[in-house]
């Protein structure tokens, strides 16, 4: 039997159990989704008894198959969101959305405690989002919730809880820490100083690095489980791994989010003010990261002209580039749609446009000029010449050409790394030996 990583990839609907082999090929997979519940406020939430039970089973199946020998198991999963345990590790609330509205009153009430909201916002390198700061989360629990605050033993971000179910063993990882939770002070690299006045550090697990393991006794074999990763971060880690020189991963799909794993700067006010802000990397390190909900108004507006225009409604997969077209419409330097990315109204109709094809085209124009600036923003003072693009925008012809056209002096790297996140979380848990072999084939293959 060929050896193989087991990684659960848990993302906001499709919950994912990924094998692959000693080479990094996917060779097993298994995909679910679970209906929400809703928590005791009404509010839609992730069902934790029902996605523990499914993760033990799987992992039990996939353990026992004759089809491969299992040697490791680690966990992508969405950031911003904890799985509270008592002191027997059972989950003692509901998985609270990070949509979850937070009141204005607490808000207020945190921030004329600890400090002003720009000024926390920059030493904590995030913006307020309200509940999608998880550390606010935990604030909210304390006051909102005190009975259940008091049988609160940890406070597991959902990937570390993952890696508890075989571990029985409580952690915290930079990755999760520092996806925009407003808890950790980027310049004093620890957690930020409300933290611990409000005595919430006595529920954060002691912290360890991303590619820290525990070997296990499952099913009758010894496994090294892992720490656990959120899933943005997961899926820089194999660029990180696979290029040696300094680069930018532009990775798109609902979000696209623009990594910067080489920033030294601070963020300044126009950062925060444009949703720009700081994760941390696999041993703590800074990575800038602008965010852009790109995808979710491309999907928005397709649905509009699809409808306006009486096509199919992926028609738009087979609009290919028009290069006179493009340059037309670019030189008259018009806007024509209403996006919910800018504030501003659109100065022409797009319904005065000829037709679908002409429509997408410009579209296309005005979403990329928000992407490159937000690219830009990105990068900041960064000396780097490399930008790597993966996920769905990878196959758009009229966005990848704007791209190389302004940032034409950068070596554009088409990149479609298949399941990218889960490759990353398998490529943390992998022996020396693994992850030398597949670093040297992803590098003659950016070489080349």
Known sequence: ??????????????????????????????????????????FPCDDIAAIT??????????????????????FSAYGATFVYIDKFGNSISP???YLKPLTDQKADTFFSTYGKKEVLSKETSSPFLGM??????LYWLKYAKPEKYARLKYALHLPQYLSYLFTNTAISEYTSIGCHTMLWDFSKKQYHDWVNQEGINSILAPITNTT????????????????????????????????????????????????????????????LANDCLMFLGPEG??????????????????????QAFNVSADAYKTVHLNKPLL??????????????????????????????ETAYHQLIIELATLQ???????????????????????????????????????????????????????????????????????SKKVSA
């Open 1 to 42: 039997m060929t050896d193989a990583i087991l990684v659960f990839d848990i993302g906001k609907t499709n919950k994912k159990c990924l094998v692959f082999d000693q080479h990094f090929n996917l060779i097993d997979e298994v995909s679910t989704v679970f209906p929400e519940h809703q928590d005791e406020d009404g």
């Open 53 to 74: 039970e499914w993760v033990l089973a799987t992992a039990r199946e996939k353990i026992c198959s004759s089809n491969y020998n299992v040697e490791a198991i680690n």
């Open 95 to 97: 998985v609270y959305n």
């Open 132 to 137: 999608l700061n998880s550390g606010l989360q």
């Open 212 to 271: 820290t393991y525990t070997k296990v006794e499952l099913h009758g074999k010894t496994i090294k489980i892992g720490a656990g990763i959120h899933d943005s971060s997961s899926a820089l880690l194999p660029y990180l791994y696979q290029s040696s020189e300094p680069f930018i991963l532009l990775s798109t799909g609902t979000w696209n989010i623009t990594l910067n794993p080489f920033e030294e700067g601070e963020l300044t006010d126009d950062d």
């Open 285 to 306: 390190q800074k990575v800038k990261a602008a965010r852009l909900f790109m995808g979710k108004e491309h999907q928005v507006q397709v649905e509009k002209l699809t």
């Open 327 to 356: 340059e037309k419409l670019t030189k008259e330097g018009k806007r024509y749609f209403s996006l919910e990315l800018t504030d501003a109204n659109e100065t022409a109709n797009w319904n005065t446009l000829a037709d679908f």
């Open 372 to 442: 490159i600036a937000s690219i830009e923003r990105a990068i900041g003072q960064t000396n780097v010449k490399r930008l790597f693009i993966d996920g769905g925008f990878v196959d758009n012809e009229i966005f990848l050409h704007l791209i190389r056209e302004n940032f034409s002096t950068f070596e554009i790297i088409p990149a479609q790394l298949p399941v990218g996140s889960a490759l990353g979380a398998a490529l943390t848990v992998a022996t020396t030996e693994q992850l030398d072999e597949w670093k040297s084939k992803q």
